[in-house]
């Protein structure tokens, strides 16, 4: 991303520098500028809210971002199944049949194999078709990208 910044500026004819690092200690952007630059994160879907600052104009030489980073927002991936009961959201009912986090960097291959299976009965007494989707904590669908996803469920009589 600084790189990215860096050629922008001298693309639109600007001299100076301007560097994003992160201070590891508190999980807060740094943001330094120099010859008199100004950053304005005050614009509507700017990013500072995931570089962890408030909407507002910065002009020290110096500044940390108010609030840690928040580049990561999916702390889990639901896999959600419309023909299944018995599962639970945060006490709330919810077609969840599986949960995780994905322990690879963005834009990594994700590969989860559950460690303990778990049954939950089936709604249906027939099943013609299954509805899945894949989920955030917050219930939001997770934008894959065209990326073709495999998931396979096993099903057993009770």
């Known amino acids: 991303m600084v790189s ?3 050629q922008k500026i001298k693309q639109n004819g600007h001299a100076g520098n301007l560097t994003i690092s992160e201070n590891t ?3 807060k952007a740094v943001l330094i500028l120099e010859n008199n630059y100004y950053v304005d994160f005050r614009p509507d879907h700017s990013v500072c809210s995931l570089l962890g600052f408030n909407h507002a104009e910065y002009t ?3 500044q940390e971002s108010e609030n840690p980073v928040n580049i990561l927002s999916v702390n889990s991936v639901l896999v ?3 023909i299944i009961s018995g599962s ?3 006490g709330q009912r919810n077609p969840t049949i599986y949960s995780f986090f994905p322990a690879v960097s963005p834009g990594y291959k ?3 194999t559950p460690a303990n299976l778990v049954y939950l009965p089936i709604t249906l007494d027939a099943i013609y078709s299954i509805e899945t989707s894949l989920t955030d904590q917050n219930g939001q669908q997770l934008n894959l990208r065209g ?3 495999t998931i396979r469920f096993h099903v057993r009589e009770i």
Do not use: E, G
């Open 147 to 149: 990326v073709n996803v």
């Open 60 to 62: 020290s030489d110096y």
């Open 88 to 90: 639970y959201l945060n």
């Open 80 to 82: 959600n199944i419309d």
């Open 4 to 6: 990215y910044t860096q």
């Open 110 to 112: 994700i590969i989860n």
């Open 25 to 27: 200690n508190t999980l």
